[in-house]
């Protein structure tokens, strides 16, 4: 099994940044492709970018490229999630999943694992 846990959430004000955590522990090798979602009340779980697990790919999600970066440190089993420029839309709970295989995964049914989410509001 693989566990996830996410931190780094909070209140922040329109205009600033966050860095989220997602430290895996487990069967860290079953991490292969890891990737966050969001979710905002009432709505379905977004795709936000994954990366694959030698960290050289990534892949964001329209609404967030350009002040989004995703990495991850496999010796310190933990993925991060810099978000940029935040502004009231990104409020939603954070997710970070991991799947045990490659590949070009942006749908939530695709990934094995999930964390328990941290919340993530901005003021206008």
């Known amino acids: 099994q693989v566990q996830l846990v996410e931190s780094g959430g909070g209140l922040v004000q329109a205009g600033g940044s966050l860095r989220l955590s997602c430290v895996v522990s487990?069967?860290?090798?079953?991490?292969?492709?890891m990737a966050w979602f969001r979710q905002a009340p009432g709505k379905e779980r977004q795709f936000v970018g994954r990366?694959?697990?030698?960290?050289?790919?990534?892949y964001y999600a329209d609404s967030v490229k350009g002040r989004s970066a995703i990495s991850r440190d496999n010796a310190k089993n933990t993925m991060y999630l810099q978000i940029d420029s935040l502004n009231p839309e990104d409020t939603a709970v954070y997710f970070c999943?991991?799947?045990?295989?490659?590949?070009?995964?942006?749908?939530?049914?695709?990934?094995?694992?999930w964390g328990q989410g941290t919340q993530v509001t901005v003021s206008a």
């Open positions: 999943a991991a799947a045990s295989y490659p590949g070009l995964l942006s749908r939530p049914h695709e990934y094995n694992y």
């Open positions: 487990g069967r860290t090798f079953s991490a292969v492709t």
């Open positions: 990366i694959n697990w030698r960290g050289d790919s990534t």
